[in-house]
């Protein structure tokens, strides 16, 4: 884990403003819990701001130059635009796994950004992802996270992650929740990165993966909540696998039901606010 990371995370990002969604919570009690699953983007962190963002009107493409000019790379030479680039450099490598045979792949970002500016995967470039990845997704820590996390250590249920994300995704709990995910109480084995695996959702290799790995602590999917904001990507998935299921409905922005999508699979509850999970398992 590089300090210089923590530092650039903490120097970009702030705080946003988060709204419940119109919804009505559904809070059953849900026995026999082992273990808390949660998604990252729009369940445990929200979009917040960049406190260095420039102006509104510069455009991507300028911001992306501005960062490459801070690390004194020379521009790459391409008849697009660096953003036009990095997106085709993308979906290029999902066409790739595809063809493969994976329906939801994965990239790795460090190697985009390395293959589009022909330099070497290493703290520049990670720097470079980071820094882009603050501007134009900023995050910030949903209301209630630090404290829902704590009380459900103190519960010693085994906690861990199924999200679609990259090597920074795990830098942003030291960064603004100041402890790592073990120190936080996260089960390092029970913790799946989409980039890891080449894997992402609404797939469910993630979810079947995870079961896996629960098995060998013992824990049936019956005895598992998955939490996330996403009917399609979060809770179908999840619950297709045989995990319970809640509904994360306390941020408007990030709450994504998907109603053009008949057949997904319920959640078993819906909350609008991260403690009423301890609700759930009273």
Known sequence: MSLSHLETIRNLLDAGITEP?????????LSGIRAVIFDVYGTLLT?????????????????????????????????????????????R?????????????????????????????????EDIALQYECMTNPVWPMPGASKLIADLKQKRLSLGIVS???????????????????DL?????LCLFSYQYGLAKPGEGLYLLLKEKLATHGISPAHVLYIGNDAHKDIHPAAKTGFRTALFAGDVNSLKLHPD??????????????????HLLR
């Not at 969604?21 to 009690?29: T, Y």
Request: a negative charge; proline letters at 11%.
């Open 47 to 91: 979009s917040g701001h960049c406190r260095q963002y420039p102006h509104p009107a510069t455009s991507i493409e300028d911001l992306l130059r501005s960062i490459l000019q801070e690390h004194k790379l020379a521009l790459p030479e391409t008849p697009h635009s660096l953003e036009a680039k990095l997106t085709a450099l993308i979906q």
């Open 93 to 125: 490598e999902h066409q790739a796994a595809r063809a493969r045979g994976i329906s939801y792949p994965e990239i790795e970002i460090r190697s985009i950004w390395s293959e589009l500016l022909q330099h070497p995967v290493g703290e520049v470039i």
């Open 261 to 278: 999508k008949p057949g997904l699979l319920p959640p078993d509850a819906v909350v609008t606010h991260l403690q009423q999970i301890c």
């Open 21 to 29: 969604a119109d919804c009505k919570p559904i809070l059953p009690e």
């Open 185 to 189: 109480g996260f089960t390092e084995l």
């Open 164 to 182: 679609n994300a990259q090597f920074y995704t795990p830098l942003l709990f030291p960064a603004l929740l100041h402890a790592t995910l073990p």
